[in-house]
């Protein structure tokens, strides 16, 4: 059943792909390719073309979300939202850098994805910022718990994956 999920969840990838022409544009807006080259999302896009199925190699956790590539696509192709697609179906492999695990532990234990410095909070005090809430940490341990993403932690760091 989740292979047949997984098969038409690659097709959908693959049609919403079919638009590229490889232009290449995405590449050169991407802040992330330009310091870390080998997270390309042109050739991203072109292997689910090519192959009709998706890379899962690690390395398309490195995408920043910021959209510039379908700011800037000519052909509208949703890039961000087919790298997400690829995370995902990742995520089940259990192909998740080690980085991420970090975070989603963090995001666990602390209910953050970083905490604020005392020097953030003094500036903030000084702006006449209110203080920050705090997250409750038992509220989301418990979302942890019900969606399942407590136990793939567990997996997680049975299988850790370097990135390639
Ligand atoms: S900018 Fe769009 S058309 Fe050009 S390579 Fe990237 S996804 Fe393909
Ligand atoms: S959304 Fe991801 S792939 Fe697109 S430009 Fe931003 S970091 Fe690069």
């Given at each position: 059943m989740e292979q047949t999920k997984d098969a038409e969840k690659i097709r959908e990838i693959q049609k919403s792909a079919?638009?590229?022409?490889?232009?290449?544009i995405c590449a050169a807006s991407c802040p992330v390719f330009r310091v870390a080259?080998?997270?390309n999302p042109r050739i991203a896009v072109d292997e689910v073309i090519r192959t009709?199925?998706?890379?899962?190699?690690?390395?398309?956790?490195?995408?920043?979300?910021?959209l510039m590539c379908e700011e800037r696509c000519p052909m509208g192709v949703a890039l961000s939202e087919i790298l997400i697609d690829i995370k995902n179906l990742s995520s089940q492999t259990g192909k998740v850098p080690p980085s991420v695990i970090e975070l989603m532990d963090v995001i666990r234990y602390t209910g953050k994805v970083s905490q604020a410095s005392s020097r953030t909070e003094k500036k903030r005090k000084e702006l006449g910022l209110p203080v920050l809430p705090k997250p409750d940490v038992d509220e989301i341990q418990k979302i942890f718990e019900l969606t399942g993403a407590a136990d793939r932690l567990t997996r997680y760091r049975e299988a850790e994956v370097e990135p390639e």
């Open positions: 079919q638009p590229c022409f490889q232009c290449g080259p080998e997270f009709g199925s998706v890379e899962v190699t690690g390395r398309e956790w490195s995408c920043a979300y910021c």
